[in-house]
């Protein structure tokens, strides 16, 4: 094989991985979408929270700490030294499901019935003051988060690809990341069982009603409320997830929360409504974003495209498919 | 008993069409531009200039401008910092290309380019709208930000990737760069937002503007009953691509003078702030723009002088509070009052109206 088309499968490997990276977000938004017809802004936010909540756990970070410290000159800073991280992370769980009810209690009862566009802003409100109880909660300083993932260049990987170059070839290996080839496991065990449990669980099948007609399944005794805490859960579990793949990637720090921004490309072009469609849109993206970087990024000098490729790219989309690649088609009458 | 209008009699149809129909508003908004105009360029300081005044002005001009988009129009656009990058650097090339020219004219020009590109951006609006659109308008604020960050035209080929204004006058009296005395920009901004926001607010009133409303209400319908929603669509996109870019010059050339597009015109410093001000002041409302942005600028100062000066909290501390603050009031507004605060001044004018008898 020639070093072009190993560099471009390379590439087209690494722009998978980073998708499904991108997939992870979008997928929490489809859920609340589906089920609740709110467009969650906030889905980044509960990632950055998600991980700075670990972070806290595992060292044992006093909630607050700098708010007391401040306002009566006390000094804590930490409980006890470390956590074990399953313990972490289940206390994680744990945080976001009460969110999850506080959200519902607070925010989301009280919007009921409310245009689409106006609970989509509050949820920017509640992005904001999410991210600002977060900074208050857990410092805003760049944390390190080590749940014990491994990350690097895979040297298995390297070794075995050097020899499909061409003899006398000037080639090195692939490089691909061990931590993108473990988020994507775990995404493709969190999407299995995802569907699985919507498929062949009571609540899953409560769930995918609620989805489908929310009048309908209320008027079969479905709790709408129970199920709205429960999908704001999922999601933040998933947010969790994502977060512990970001943060440990590039470190928890406010910038986590922008991947929400990097999600919704990917959600124009896979519809709102479809969770595969958020799969395969965030496959594409990854790999469009990858591909634009390396093979159109040379004619910018300039580069840095990653900002705004997707976004161009799912609005060209959309331009010929309005409702996204898997999107339910929009049918609108006066 | 303050507010009737009874005894109040409009005997003819341009009476009955006047911007402000009611004695008690005629007497409001002249005693405001008395005071606006002949009081505070008077006693007008640097720091209410820079802090207070300036920015409001300027934010009320690019609230009206999104206003008109979101409220009237119904397009909700994320943009509106991309746009006022347009703006500002519109400004900074006409500048250096035209020396001699007249800062008023550079700014309206810069307005003018800004609605252009708002045109080409507001193209999407015919296929897609809702949330989609939503996050289309984020497209056109990552990609403008990053032209202007990366194309080395725009900022003349400088080191820094800065743009800095150089001194203009009006009337011999310099109005941008550093030497501009306070009443000068302060006077030279409020001439803008006052004529600006006259011609917004007879737009509105006039077809174009009802257009808008009908697009905004249900645009299926009003296509059907004979309302183009092309050229309704994009007219809303121009006039408030308009408007910011004329905030966005403003901002650059008389507010900060020098400036750094991907801090100064970012998502979360102007964006967002901007879609506060329209959903607090109240969607749809001239009023509630103003009111909106003089709230957004305030605030934070009011919240700085409560919790750094008053309960000694750290300035980090007390950003992080802010931030949490502006999140919670965006939902109260939403779920207490979603037309914002014009809505709460309506009520109020409705109290004042029987006060102090209970009938």
Redesign the interface.
């Known amino acids: 094989m020639s070093v072009e088309l190993l560099n471009f499968i390379e590439t087209v490997l690494n722009g998978l991985m980073s998708g499904v990276m991108y997939s992870l977000v979008a997928l929490g938004f489809v859920l609340i979408f589906k089920a609740s017809g709110v ?1 969650n802004f906030a889905q980044g936010v509960f990632a950055l929270f998600a991980a700075l909540t670990l972070v806290g756990y595992q060292t044992g970070q006093v909630p607050f700490a ?2 007391i410290n ?2 009566f000159g006390t000094n804590y800073h930490n409980w006890y030294a470390s956590m074990p991280n399953f313990l972490a992370i289940l206390l994680t769980m744990v945080t976001m499901i009460a969110l999850a009810w506080i959200i519902e209690r ?2 989301l009862k ?2 009921v019935n ?1 245009d ?3 609970l ?3 949820t ?10 977060g ?2 909660m857990w410092g ?1 300083d760049v944390k390190v988060l080590d749940v014990g993932i491994p990350s690097g260049g895979s040297i298995w990987l390297e070794e075995a690809t050097i020899g499909l170059a061409a003899e006398g070839s000037d080639y090195y290996g692939m490089y691909v990341d061990v931590l993108n080839i473990w988020a994507t496991v775990i995404a493709v065990i969190l999407v299995v069982t995802l569907a699985l449990f919507s498929q062949y669980t009571k609540t899953g099948r409560a769930l995918r009603a609620v989805a489908d007609d929310h009048q309908a399944a209320l008027s079969v005794g479905i709790s709408l409320r129970s199920i709205w805490i429960l999908v704001w859960a999922i999601s933040g579990f998933i947010a969790m997830v994502a977060g512990i793949m970001w943060g440990t990637e590039s470190g928890v720090q406010f910038s986590l929360s922008l991947i929400a ?1 990097k999600a ?2 990917v ?2 072009l896979g519809g ?1 409504t479809s969770i595969p469609g958020a799969i395969i849109g965030g496959l594409l993206i990854g790999v469009g974003e990858k591909l634009a970087e390396i093979y159109i990024g040379g004619y ?1 000098e ?4 990653e ?2 490729f997707a ?2 790219m ?2 060209v989309f ?2 010929f498919r ?1 409702q ?1 690649l898997f999107g339910d088609k929009i049918i ?3 | 008993m303050i507010y009737k209008e009874t005894g109040q009699y409009k005997s003819s149809y341009k009476s009955d069409h006047a911007i402000f129909p009611l004695l008690q508003d005629k007497i409001a908004f002249s005693t405001l531009m008395f005071i606006a105009f002949l009081i505070i360029p008077f006693v007008i300081n640097s720091y209410w200039e820079k802090a207070i005044l300036v920015p409001f002005l300027i934010f009320s001009l690019a609230a009206i401008g999104l206003n008109i988009l979101t409220g009237y129009c119904g397009q909700v656009s994320l943009g509106t910092g991309g746009f006022m990058a347009v703006g500002a650097f519109s400004t900074y090339k006409i500048m250096t290309y035209f020396p001699d020219m007249n800062i008023m004219i550079i700014i309206l020009i810069s307005g003018l380019i800004t609605a252009a590109v708002g045109i080409i951006f507001g193209l999407p609006s015919l296929r897609i709208k809702g949330f989609y659109l939503a996050v289309a308008t984020l497209a056109s604020q990552f990609f403008l930000v990053w032209l202007f960050n990366k194309v080395p035209w725009f900022y003349n080929y400088s080191d820094t990737g800065q743009i800095t204004v150089s001194e203009r006058t009006m009337f011999g009296i310099p109005v941008t760069g550093a030497e501009a005395p306070s009443y000068a920009t302060y006077l030279f901004c409020l001439v803008l937002v006052v004529v600006l926001s006259f011609a917004a607010k007879n737009l509105i009133r006039s077809k174009m503007g009802r257009s808008w409303m009908a697009i905004r209400d249900m645009d299926i319908a009003a296509e059907i009953i004979g309302v183009p929603p092309l050229k309704t669509k994009l007219s809303a996109f121009a006039i408030s691509s308009f408007y910011i870019g004329v905030a966005g010059a403003l901002y650059f050339a008389v507010f900060l003078g020098a400036i750094e597009v991907t801090e100064s015109f970012d998502i979360m410093t102007i964006s967002f702030p901007v879609l506060f001000m329209i959903i607090i002041g109240g969607l749809g409302s001239m009023l509630g723009s103003f009111l909106g942005a003089a709230f957004v600028v305030t605030l934070p100062i009011g919240l700085k002088f409560l919790m750094v000066d008053m309960v000694g909290l750290s300035a980090v501390t007390a950003k992080h509070f802010e931030i949490t603050i502006w999140g919670l009031l965006m939902i109260v507004f939403l779920i207490v009052e979603p037309h914002g605060l014009a809505r709460l001044w309506s009520i109020a004018k409705e109290k004042l109206r029987r006060w102090p008898f209970p009938y």
């Open positions: 467009f700098h708010l401040e306002l607070l925010v009280h919007l409310q689409p566009i106006i989509f802003m509050a920017i409100g509640l992005a904001f003051a999410l991210e600002g109880v900074d208050l805003s921004l919704l490309p959600l124009i709102f910018f300039t580069g840095a495209l900002n705004w976004y161009v799912a609005l959309l331009l309005p996204g609108e009458r006066v």
